[in-house]
């Protein structure tokens, strides 16, 4: 099995990292893994590595998102979600369409956000949703984060349908109950779909059901990414015979090896290829050197 990257469509109701076992099971690869976490009912793009591919997956980690988020105003729960215990409800939703946009406007830019009580986040090695459900919730301080762009696609109150493009590490279920709070009738998310991750959109997603299809017909490998195509922004050095030698001795990189003027991309990474743009490794600049932050075996 080859190395590479996968845009799957998650359904809901499994575990991020269920779907990862179920395809790596499919798929028969020797390691795998996905780039960030959706809740089980939430569905939509999920970046599956598989191989050497794992190597790279810390460069798809902070990337930005787009979700389309269907938000259920008139009642909060303690997961910010519908899949929590109810905590207050209130009758009166019945807002005009301007001053529900005018709420959803003072959430745009940069904003600092309360992660929830039930998330993944650690407090003291410990997932805060293990704590929140044995009734020792633990809040963890604001965080920035960039809410780029928001638009409401329907509304039918109590229920309001809109799409939001935001930085790694947004909660939208918090977004939710922020926008409810904000319109004093509070709020929670019931449906959540992730519909790009890292530039990778669902209309280039699989589903598991796809990829059961593609092992069966033996044209699983036209699915996926190749490693090099999966890092476009990345600035790219085609290495010549010297370089492949260095790299594969783990020989020292010098500014006379990398072309410095290639060197334009965010902390000082650059992607080594080879002359069939298969990549070799990904060096992170040091000075006048370049360091290995991951080298793929090609064998």
């Known amino acids: 099995m080859n190395s ?18 179920i395809l790596k099971k499919l798929s028969g690869a020797k390691k795998a893994g996905h780039t960030g976490t959706l809740d089980p009912f939430a569905t939509g793009v999920l970046i599956f590595c598989i191989n050497e591919a794992t190597k790279i997956s810390r460069f798809f980690l ?3 998102k787009k979700y389309r988020a269907r938000l259920f105003l008139g009642i909060e729960t303690d997961t910010q979600d519908f899949t929590g215990k109810v905590t207050s409800t209130c009758s009166v939703f019945d807002f005009p369409d301007k001053e529900i946009q005018q709420t959803f406007k003072r959430f745009k830019g940069v904003i600092e956000q309360l992660p929830p009580a039930y998330s993944a986040l650690k407090h003291k090695g410990v997932p805060l949703y293990r704590l929140a459900r044995k009734g020792l919730p633990v809040q963890k301080p604001a965080r920035k984060v960039h809410i780029f762009d928001m638009k ?3 509304t039918d109150l109590p229920e309001i349908v809109f799409d939001v493009a935001c930085s790694s590490g947004t909660y939208i279920r918090t977004l939710c109950a922020d926008i409810g709070k904000a319109l004093g009738c509070g709020g929670h998310l019931k449906e959540l779909r992730r519909i790009e991750s890292c530039g990778f959109g669902i209309r280039e997603a699989s589903t598991i059901e796809d990829i ?9 490998s036209n699915r996926m990414i190749s490693m090099s195509d999966a890092l476009p922004d990345m600035p790219s050095r085609t290495a010549d015979d010297i370089l492949i030698e260095k790299i594969s001795r783990g020989k020292t990189i010098t500014e006379r090896d990398i072309y410095p003027e290639k060197l334009n991309g965010p902390d000082n990474f650059i992607k080594v ?12 600049k040091d000075g006048n050197k370049y360091g290995y932050c991951c080298v793929i075996n090609r064998n």
Do not use: M, Q, Y
């Open 4 to 21: 590479g990257i996968f845009i799957i469509d998650k359904p809901a109701g499994l575990t991020s990292a269920r779907v990862v076992s």
């Open 273 to 284: 290829v080879n002359k069939d743009n298969e990549l070799l490794a990904v060096l992170n």
């Open 212 to 220: 059961e299809k593609l092992i069966s017909d033996g044209t699983l």
């Open 152 to 154: 409401i696609v329907e």
């Open 62 to 64: 902070g990337g930005n």
